[in-house]
């Protein structure tokens, strides 16, 4: 997606006529980016009952096969939960949590109040607590049973 994101970039660069930041340009241009990948991610899954490889490959080279099947269960159940949240808390929810930004940053970036970006980001991290014990709950009881 990243190497995406600057070809588009270098692509549409000449037309960039400087209305706005250009970190807000391409921070925007790398949102629809994810967002057309997600949409083709989703629609794979739908389509195919197949693991995603890409999973399998995060896993450390030096880690058992066990410890990597765990991180590639693990890596799944977050991008599970994280599928399941709005796009505008998701989106508040990785640059804060995985990107390391601040909630000014995000603001700046999204174009969005500092205020509603800490609401966002208040009812993300709660959203997604729960889905994950909807999840897990449901998954514990499948084991059980």
Known sequence: MAQDVFLIAKRRLRSFEGEA?????????????????????????????????????????????????????????????????????????????????STEEIGALTGTKVGSVRVRLFRARERFVNEHRRLFAARESKVTT
Request: aromatic share 8%; proline share 5%.
């Open 21 to 101: 930041k250009i970190t807000t340009w391409l921070f925007r241009t790398t949102q629809k980016v994810a967002q057309a990948a997600r949409r083709k991610q989703r629609l794979r899954r739908w389509f195919s009952s197949a693991p995603q490889a890409e999973w399998a490959s995060m896993g450390s080279p030096a880690s058992g096969p066990g410890e990597s099947l765990q991180r590639d269960r693990d890596i799944a159940e977050v991008y599970r939960v994280l599928d399941r949240l709005p796009e505008r808390e998701r989106r508040v929810m990785i640059l804060f949590e995985i990107e390391g930004l």
